[in-house]
């Protein structure tokens, strides 16, 4: 067990994830949580989970809330990102999220400029953990040619015609459904358009489909731009289920009334706790003058805690988190500003007390291919001298 926490820890947002988020700390790390949301709690306090009714939107209730906390997790909907992590940059206060949003990524990016505490969004599992193993490929060639990461959260019983239920949340659906996606062609950074690219992949004898979807690289593009030529990030769904949500953004014309999309998609598409997360990875390049390519696919199934049965979603985005929270309790983060979820190195994730969650990319982390044990200290150009050690590795 690690000793001396960083005093306690607060979740924001009571919903599935951030339920999860709580009991993971609570259960692996046996520290006290605070899990605070706006609405009553349905949950009696027990010895390590408290609960606290809180609207994010007053801001001396937030302030007050954080300035009891050392730590705060944001598991809350995106567009509140910016909201909480301005009060607990002002507060000094540790924040992490698991937005997707870019621009709730590029606000917070602008926060940790000078601030006393760590700064970490995009700290689930795309964007976040497949960024970590983006990285770790890459440091495995000379001259890296593609990169291709694929993810998806799906249903392992689909019945409808959109070939999907909901696992994870409706918000964060539409808005990477909506919103551009950011890519490396031909060397080049690019702007693509959300549901293009489709493509079919076989994956260990199943039959996917991916397209584009916003905000599952992070920051990774700007991280790799001149060591990859191509680089891009797809969902993984079932065949069938692009073209049933192009009908409904474009056909109908839905992405420009969204919450009515919302309300569409909550009235007739059903929830589904029965899941699996895959995670797939494919690297081409050159290794001593010879054209390689590498592969990863894991897959992420439900599991109990804490006397609860949780989903794979559930534990993969609790994981990602919690993970990195925990290489920060060890000394194994920068101390204050801005982190990047590629800094940190694949095997030190799943070196934590949560990493078997994981446990498919242990062959990856086993290989030798990390660069860096431990994260540079805060104060310099973290990119560069990860970039610095990939050209040393290389």
Not at 125 to 153: H, K, S, T, W, Y
Not at 232 to 238: F, M, P, Q, V
Not at 336 to 352: C, K, S, Y
């Amino acid at each position: 067990m690690i000793t001396n926490p960083l005093r306690n820890v607060l979740v924001l947002g009571a919903g599935k994830v951030g339920s999860t988020i709580a009991d993971m700390v609570a259960e692996v790390y046996q520290w006290p949580v605070t899990l605070a949301d706006q609405r009553a709690a349905a949950a009696a306090d027990d010895a390590l989970v408290r609960h606290l009714q809180l609207d994010v939107c007053d801001a001396s209730a937030l302030a007050a809330a954080l300035s009891q906390h050392a730590v705060v997790i944001n598991a809350l909907p995106y567009f509140l990102a910016r909201t909480v992590a301005s009060e607990a940059a002002r507060l000094g206060v540790h924040y992490f999220d698991l937005t997707e949003d870019v621009a709730a990524t590029q606000a917070i990016r602008q926060l940790a400029v000078g601030a006393r505490s760590v700064l970490m969004p995009q700290c689930g599992l795309a964007p976040g953990v497949i960024g970590m193993l983006g990285m770790q490929l890459a440091g495995g060639f000379d001259e890296l040619f593609d990169l291709n990461l694929r993810v998806g959260a799906l249903t392992r019983h689909a019945t409808n015609r959109l070939r999907y239920n909901f696992t994870w949340s409706i918000d964060g659906v539409i808005n990477e459904y909506c919103q551009p996606c950011e890519a490396i062609v031909q060397g080049q950074r690019v702007s693509t358009q959300p549901l293009e690219g489709l493509e079919q992949l076989l994956l260990d004898g199943d039959t996917y489909e991916a397209f584009n979807t916003s905000g599952g690289l992070g920051t990774l593009c700007e991280t790799l731009q001149g060591r990859v030529r191509n680089l891009s990030y797809k969902t993984l769904r079932y065949p069938g289920h692009r073209d049933a949500m192009d009908f409904l953004l474009h056909d109908l014309r839905l992405i420009e009334q969204r919450e009515l999309l919302r309300q569409v998609l909550d009235h007739a598409v059903p929830h589904s706790r029965d899941d699996v997360v895959l995670v797939h990875a494919s690297a081409t390049g050159l290794r001593q003058g010879r054209l390689e390519q590498q592969t990863r696919l894991a897959r992420v199934l439900g599991a109990p805690l804490r006397g609860r049965q949780r989903t794979a979603i559930e534990l993969s985005t609790a994981a990602g988190v919690v993970g990195v929270l925990e290489l920060l309790q060890r000394g194994q983060l920068p101390a204050a500003g801005f982190v990047r979820q590629e800094q940190v190195p694949l095997q030190a994730l799943l070196a934590t007390q949560v990493g078997h969650h994981y446990a498919g990319l242990r062959e990856a982390a086993g290989s030798g291919l990390d660069v860096a044990g431990v994260l540079p200290p805060a104060g310099g150009d973290v990119t560069a001298k990860r970039a610095e050690a990939l050209a040393d590795h290389a």
